[in-house]
């Protein structure tokens, strides 16, 4: 009879309980099991959104290490501990907390949640300076821990806050990203499938521009179940679904609401938390396991947006392919309505006199 093989030959811990009677595997396995490659993400700022990222992911079997970053140290480790007690129902992950950014040291994925949010009524543009001199704390020592990481930017204003981590990281575009108007696309979504009585996962629109005040509906690329809406609504005018639809007012209706999302979650709760953190899960999924999907996200949209100057470096959303290496490509020939490229042309504008500001 072929011996036992061990379990550390065959490439699994060596160092389990000794209750646990060791197996002998077939010839099938070749001797030997290759381990994979342990995926580490770091979430520095443990509040609302930051929580709802990591136990998003969590639940997502997406990591084999998380690690929460705080400055508040008791809150961290309380965070910490709540989330090691689900351990029973969850996928085996190591979590670490803690106040220290070495903590996050090599890294596949970091994502920056920390800083000062919205109070009722505030615009994300509002947050800037307090933020950035949060970033100035953060980002370099963040991105020296982890240099082959992907820096995956929430906190707001996520665009301009997307820019500055870029500058201070001294990371290639491709390894820096907002999550910018994914979490406002899934709304989007959300809103139009409402209003058609269908499941949003089959809906694909966009929201691209400012994750903010100034984004932009693309409604001419709407489609249901692959059909294009608002072509398809201007041939067959007179069905009802098409009165409902095709109607210049539910239409910007929808944008409002979208636009006015967060102000009213912000207004009835104090803050955002779980679309964001499913949106950001959802984003770390593309790019951990390299889906190559495309998101709506906050990327170097320099010499992208038709009528800004193509020197400018700013962040904004487009549409991108994202994989393990990060962005692996951005829509770039975009087919926009004359309103929808004047609208996305502003929002350029506006991000850009931000980031101007900040002489970077
Ligand atoms: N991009 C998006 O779609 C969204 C962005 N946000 C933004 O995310 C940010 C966080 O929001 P919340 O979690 O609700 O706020 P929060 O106040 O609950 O959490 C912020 C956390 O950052 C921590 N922090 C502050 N300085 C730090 C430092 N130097 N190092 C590590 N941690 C530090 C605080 O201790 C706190 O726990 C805000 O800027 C908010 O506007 C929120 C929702 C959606
Ligand atoms: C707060 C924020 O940016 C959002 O929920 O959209």
């Known amino acids: 009879m072929k011996k036992a093989t061990s379990l550390s030959e065959l490439g699994f811990d060596a160092d389990g309980p000794s209750f646990f009677r060791q197996v002998s595997l077939s010839d099938d396995c070749n001797g030997r099991t290759p381990r994979r490659r342990l995926i580490k993400v770091s979430v520095i700022g443990a509040g609302n959104v930051g929580m709802a990222i990591a136990q998003t992911i ?29 351990a029973a129902f969850l996928p085996r992950v190591r979590i670490v907390s803690g106040t220290g950014i070495e903590l996050t040291g090599g890294s596949d994925l ?62 290639p575009p491709s390894r820096v990203i907002g999550s910018g108007t994914n979490l406002d696309s899934s709304r989007f979504r959300f809103l139009l499938a409402e209003h058609l009585e269908v499941n ?63 102000y009213e979650v912000i207004q009835l709760k104090g803050y955002t938390s779980w679309a964001i953190g499913y949106s950001v899960a959802n984003l770390a999924w593309s790019l951990l396991r390299d889906q190559r999907r495309i998101h709506p996200v906050s990327v170097l949209a320099k ?33 926009l309505t004359e309103e929808e490229n004047k609208r996305l042309r502003q929002s350029a504008e506006t991000l850009w006199g931000y980031c101007q500001a900040l002489a970077l």
């Open 58 to 86: 969590l639940t997502q079997d997406l990591a084999d290490e998380i690690v929460l970053v705080d400055a508040v140290a008791d809150k961290v480790r309380g965070e910490m501990l709540d989330l090691q007690h689900a």
């Open 303 to 335: 010499g992208l947006v038709l009528g800004v100057p193509p020197d400018r470096e700013l962040f904004l959303s487009l549409p991108a392919r994202l994989g393990r290496a990060g962005v692996l490509g951005v829509a770039a020939e975009l087919v």
């Open 200 to 262: 949003a996962q089959d809906v694909q629109a966009y929201m691209v521009g400012e994750h903010g005040d100034s984004s932009v509906a693309l409604f001419s690329s709407i489609s249901v179940g692959g059909m294009p809406v608002l072509s398809h609504l201007q041939r067959n005018h007179r069905s009802a679904v098409t009165k409902k639809v095709f109607d210049g007012e539910a239409l910007e209706g929808i944008r409002r609401a979208v636009v006015g999302s967060a």
């Open 110 to 171: 970091v994502i920056v949640t920390a800083g000062a949010r919205q109070i009722p009524g505030e615009t994300r543009l509002n947050l800037l300076q307090r933020n950035v001199a949060l970033f100035r704390k953060i980002v370099p020592p963040a991105a020296e821990a982890s240099p082959e990481s992907i820096l995956l930017i929430v906190s707001n204003p996520v665009d301009v806050l997307t820019y500055v981590a870029w500058k201070l990281s001294g990371f």
